[in-house]
């Protein structure tokens, strides 16, 4: 047997340890942590002040322990600790006259150095940054915030903050969010630079618009559109015009029963200083249902691709797509289809979910159909009051490695055990 599957099994059954671990960890703890003794350190966050009238001390701080491992990619397997420690601390003055500010730092503590290069990769750097900054003026239920600030737009396909990561992704922007008009949200905004997961700034002319109407639960019809030109050498084959539309609903059919629906397309053409000239679509058909504490989805996504460009989102938060082995962050070349299938539960107030990814290039790619692979994805997670929680997720990307075409050959494993504090 070679060392590196030696390795391998001994990563596996060190997660399968792990991994129990947190489950009984969290499934048995009860939530003696909170309630009165959360009181005094609430108000001392609102600065002594039960309606926080002298504004708001915020608190983020959540340990991690990744695993990430690459079969047959030349490096070692990679073991992070980093508090992976992930601390924010940032401050929201009171409302005034509609006027209102906020501030926050942000910093990733790695707990060993060895962590990265030349190790498979774990993206969360030793770094601290200036995270959001932002000034706010609200009238006739129309908001204007300026400076750098998170944005999650709908459902955080084309941008997010892609919280998922130790560093957050922010923009310094311009936003426009009005609730005008009943049931109707307009947003539109400009953003200038992005500050990225790796807390590396990257510059962009990115104008956007977001139009939606919600029917109580049982639809939400949105319309969108984001014109990135991308001027930084080497980034010019960003540069793209998206246009789309979505509908999506949880209607109750009755108090046991929920359905769930998301239907969306998604059109992107060359733009501006983009040197390939390039239509592509984007579709995504997902229903479910919920009944008796358990909920089922099944979904379709494909991104199209022609062999040379492909449906790209650069500044979304990719991790919930396409698994959470983060194998397809960027789009193939001769596109993607993910048919997945999800399952989850709750029991002793954890959250249980487990998702299945069968991974194909798209069906008008310039090639013949290349199968990519399968993905299996696990999670546990329990809150503990309103502060603390405890996570456990595993990742494991099953290439099919004599499927003709295809550049994705590479099983990965990856493991997250994670504690988080939010005030």
């Known amino acids: 047997m070679s060392l590196h599957k030696k390795d391998s099994f001994t990563s596996i059954r060190f997660i399968k340890s792990a991994a129990s671990a947190a489950i009984v960890t969290a499934l048995s703890i009860q939530p003696a942590l909170a309630y009165e003794f959360d009181k005094p350190i609430e108000k001392a966050f609102k600065l002594e002040q039960d309606d926080a009238k002298y504004g708001k001390i915020n608190l983020d701080m959540r340990y991690r322990y990744e695993l990430a491992d690459v079969k047959n990619s ?63 003026y609200k009238i006739f239920n129309t908001e ?19 919280g998922w990561r130790q560093m957050e992704q922010t923009y310094d922007s311009a936003l426009i969010t009005s609730n005008f008009f009943e049931n109707i949200t307009l947003q539109a905004g400009y953003i200038g630079q992005v500050k990225n997961i790796f807390s590396v700034d990257d510059t962009v002319q990115l104008p956007f618009a977001n139009a939606s109407y919600k029917i109580k639960d049982f639809a939400k019809i949105s319309a969108y559109g984001y014109w990135l030109a991308d001027f930084d050498t080497g980034q010019a084959e960003r540069s793209a015009q998206t246009y789309g539309f979505s509908v999506a609903g949880s209607p109750k059919i009755n108090e046991k029963v929920k359905l769930h629906y998301r239907g969306e397309y998604s059109y992107q053409g060359s733009y501006k200083n983009n040197p390939n000239s390039f239509d592509l679509n984007r579709c995504k058909v997902m229903l479910g249902a919920t009944a008796f504490n358990i909920t089922a989805k099944a979904e379709i996504e494909e991104l199209g691709g022609n062999g040379t460009s492909s449906f790209q989102t650069p500044f979304g938060t990719n991790h919930k797509f396409q698994g959470w082995a983060d194998v397809f962050l960027i789009t193939p070349k001769d596109g993607i289809r993910d048919v997945n299938a999800t399952l989850s539960t709750k029991l002793l107030g954890a959250k249980l979910a487990f998702v299945y990814h069968n991974f194909k290039s798209s069906t008008k790619s310039s090639t013949n159909s290349i199968d990519y692979g399968n993905e299996y994805d696990f999670l546990i997670t329990k809150k503990f009051g309103k502060h603390y929680s405890l996570l456990a997720k595993y990742a494991y990307y099953d290439a099919d490695e004599t499927a003709v075409g295809n550049t994705y050959t590479k099983d990965v494993n990856k493991f997250w055990l994670q504690a988080n504090v939010s005030f």
């Open 74 to 136: 030349g490096k070692e397997t990679a073991h992070a600790n980093t508090l992976s420690f992930r601390l924010r601390l940032g401050y929201l003055t009171p409302e005034f006259h509609g006027l209102q500010a906020f501030a926050e730092y942000e910093g990733n503590l790695a707990m060993q150095r060895d962590y990265r290069v030349p190790k498979d990769v774990v993206a969360d750097p030793h770094q601290s940054e200036f995270n959001q900054g932002w000034l706010k």
């Open 144 to 162: 204007f915030k300026g400076g750098r600030q998170r944005i999650i737009i709908d459902d955080s396909r084309f941008i997010g903050n892609v």
